[in-house]
């Protein structure tokens, strides 16, 4: 340690075990810090240029060791990978943890032109699966994305992600990071609540946003008493099928709840499994009205003192449905609100008005809640709830006969964090430390959720919305990381007119001590409004995760694609108006190369990539007719196009595959349709 150290400096010794850590070597970047030349760091001509290059840009120590600690050389992995909602892109975002480094857009309800999700036609079918009331739709709005768990941590096998625009549910398989499938939900027309899963991935679960009616018909909504009798939110209970890694919609229901808009969701653990939480709002079923002079919604949505939790029994719902006592409605199962009363399924709970979070603590034993328009963070303690709920102690009843239990006897307690208290994620688990979000403060804050303390607060630029810790929201959070997902940017980054990226900030909670958070980084995100994230374990992820496919792989079904076409085998077919073409990609040409059609024909063209070594992807792009497919090693994909009008269309590789990349290439040519075709145009290499 350098003998002229004034106490309470930076500790030189931190920084230089993070310098190290992170690659830099560590006695460099010591002679850089304090500008003191040693032989060693002289040698590495360092010393001097860190010192020159701190002066030039008024980097700070800390600066420095928040730059070393978010560093991961090349080739060297993020311990952490973060998966992050796309907002209205209708896609999920990847990246790594520290680095912050993007590694992938995941294609889900709107097409991704890279990945030629939404062009093939095996995409195509995926994204028709999400049709809304029979008509296709190719907007999204990702939430609340969520991994897949087994004893309440993440697995990372599967991936599940909610459009709250359209009341959909997405399955991503993570081996090889692609949407699989895409369900509507048949009563539910949005949902912002989800998508969390239960202790095991029994069910993805996910809460109404708006109420309106399950019967897709016109009932006026500014008649209070039809609002009342026909509008109505719910909790789905999405069945998953870990074999078959898709959601079994026959075994899928909805519990029917009230018009409250229920908001926010997470499932209990441990001692409170088998249960779903979520929040509301609009408990006055206010129905608006601004253009005929009456209050706003945002003012009689929020008039009320208090909301309420919903939670719901979804174990107990299992057995109702094997009773058969439920409707069908739109081909769905529907526990009707008075059989779910009846049962013990649905309970309320007064929170603080207009709640967002909630979440259920490692242990499962404490709900945290958080009210917008409150400066508390609620915790409920789920054996007092228990106790209320088994001997029947409720302070009464709603409107449509569901019991509510007393906020005061449910209540373990509350913390004052702040204004704007919206979301919360917990550190390691024998710590009872959590993390909340502030909106208006624009701050986290650290609190200790058992002695309702609150430890520290760091500012955040600007308006966070969620926040992620590392496997934060499961039976074992791993601490280290916390990432604030914020709303605006404002002078964060380069002016790039109006429209502002999104901003997430690293922050720093590894100190041993519990004491202070420190920021590490701010990170632009130029996609979406991402909403919410979760952070795992990369070591996790690479256990599943493939290289390259099985040699003619159908990516959505992850099984041998029936057009599967090996060297040799490649051919071109004309049945009536129909040409049919089997392809194959290697490096550096597609064969066949000259594809002949006429004027109205119907063209489909599987292709297969040949490659066998890790990321030689091939891409296929042609002129004029709009189709596109990613091309990974193995994979088999197809177009499929009308050939409306005669011409030469060159066709090539869209992505840089090798030194003759742009001269692989090749024409579909269209012909009148009175015209003789070329001898050779079509060839069966069957055998």
């Not at 070393?68 to 050389?73: G, H, L, S």
């Not at 997902?485 to 964060?492: H, T, V």
Request: aromatic content about 10%; proline content about 6%.
């Amino acid at each position: 340690m350098s003998k002229g150290r004034k106490k309470g400096s930076v500790s030189r010794r931190n920084i230089l075990k993070t310098a190290a850590i992170g690659g830099i070597g560590a006695a460099a970047i010591g002679a850089g810090l304090t500008a003191t030349k040693t032989p060693k760091a002289d040698a590495a001509g360092i010393s001097g240029e860190l010192a020159k290059v701190m002066k030039e840009r008024g980097l700070s120590p800390d600066d420095v060791l928040a730059a070393a600690k978010t560093y991961i050389p090349e080739g060297v992995h993020d311990p952490y990978v973060c998966l992050s909602s796309g907002g209205q892109s209708g896609q999920l975002i990847l990246y790594g943890v520290p680095s912050m480094r993007i590694l992938k857009i995941i294609g889900v309800f709107t097409p991704e032109p890279w990945q030629g999700w939404g062009f093939d036609k095996e995409s195509q079918e995926i994204l028709k699966g999400g049709a809304v009331q029979g008509k296709p739709v190719y907007t999204g709005d990702t939430h609340h994305p969520g991994f897949s768990e087994t004893d309440g941590d993440y697995d990372g096998e599967y991936v599940f992600i909610n459009d709250k625009s359209q009341g959909r549910v997405a399955v991503i398989d993570t081996r090889d990071w692609q949407t699989k499938q895409i369900v509507k939900n048949p009563v539910l027309k949005s949902t912002h609540g989800g998508t969390s899963v239960t202790q095991n991935t029994e069910y993805i679960f996910t809460a109404c946003q708006y109420a309106a009616p399950y019967d897709n018909k016109y009932h006026d909504p500014m008649d209070q008493e039809v609002y009342n009798k026909v509008y109505r939110g719910g909790h789905t209970y999405w069945k998953f099928d870990r074999k078959k890694g898709r959601i079994d919609m026959e075994n899928s229901f909805t519990i029917e709840l009230p018009p409250y808009m229920q908001d926010i969701n997470d499932c209990g653990k441990r001692m409170s499994h088998g249960w779903g939480f979520s929040n509301s709002f609009n408990t006055e079923r206010y129905i608006g009205g601004i253009e005929r002079g009456n209050p706003p919604f945002e003012a009689g949505c929020s008039a009320n003192d208090t909301d309420f939790i919903h939670m719901t029994n979804w174990k107990k719902a299992e057995e109702v449905i094997k009773k058969g006592d439920y409707k069908v409605i739109n081909g769905h199962k529907v526990i009707p609100m008075d059989v779910a009363v009846e049962n013990g399924l649905v309970y309320l709970i007064p929170v603080m008005k207009s709640p967002h979070g909630i979440t259920v603590s490692p242990d499962g034993r404490y709900i945290l809640a958080s009210g917008k328009l409150d400066t508390h963070v609620s915790v409920y303690d789920f054996k007092k709830i228990m106790h209320l709920i088994e001997n029947k102690i409720y302070d009464g009843k709603d409107p449509y006969g569901i019991p509510i239990l007393s906020m005061r006897k449910t209540l373990h307690g509350m913390v004052q964090s702040g204004l704007g208290p919206l979301h919360n994620q917990f550190d390691v688990a024998d710590t009872h430390i959590a993390y909340n979000s502030l909106f208006v403060d624009s701050a986290i804050v650290k609190f200790d959720y058992i002695k309702l303390k609150v430890l520290d607060r760091i500012p955040i630029h600007y308006n966070v919305g969620h926040l992620t810790a590392v496997h934060g929201d499961t039976v074992n959070p791993r601490g280290q990381y916390l990432i604030s997902l914020n709303k605006l940017a404002i002078d964060r980054f380069v002016e790039i007119g109006p429209l502002h990226p999104q901003n997430h900030e690293l922050i720093d909670i590894s100190d041993p001590l519990n004491k202070k958070m420190r920021m590490l980084y701010a990170m632009p995100v130029p996609i979406g409004e991402p909403h919410y994230a979760q952070i795992i374990e990369t070591k996790i992820l690479k256990k599943r995760t493939w290289k390259v496919y099985p040699l003619g792989t159908d990516a959505t079904t992850m099984t041998r694609s029936p057009y599967r076409t090996l060297p040799g085998r490649e051919k071109i077919i004309r049945k009536g108006n129909h040409v049919e073409v089997w392809m194959t990609a290697i490096r550096s040409h597609f064969n066949p190369e000259h594809i002949y059609c006429k004027v109205g024909d119907k063209v489909t063209i599987h292709i297969t990539n040949l490659e066998r070594a890790e990321d030689e992807t091939h891409d296929f792009g042609v002129y004029y007719f709009n189709v596109t497919a990613s091309l990974e090693p193995g994979k088999t994909a197809t177009v499929e196009f009308v050939a409306d009008q005669e011409g030469i269309y060159p066709y090539y590789c869209q992505e840089f595959c090798s030194a003759l990349h742009l001269e692989m290439f090749g024409y579909i040519a269209v012909l009148p349709k009175d015209a003789e075709f070329p001898e050779g145009a079509f060839f069966n290499n069957e055998g």
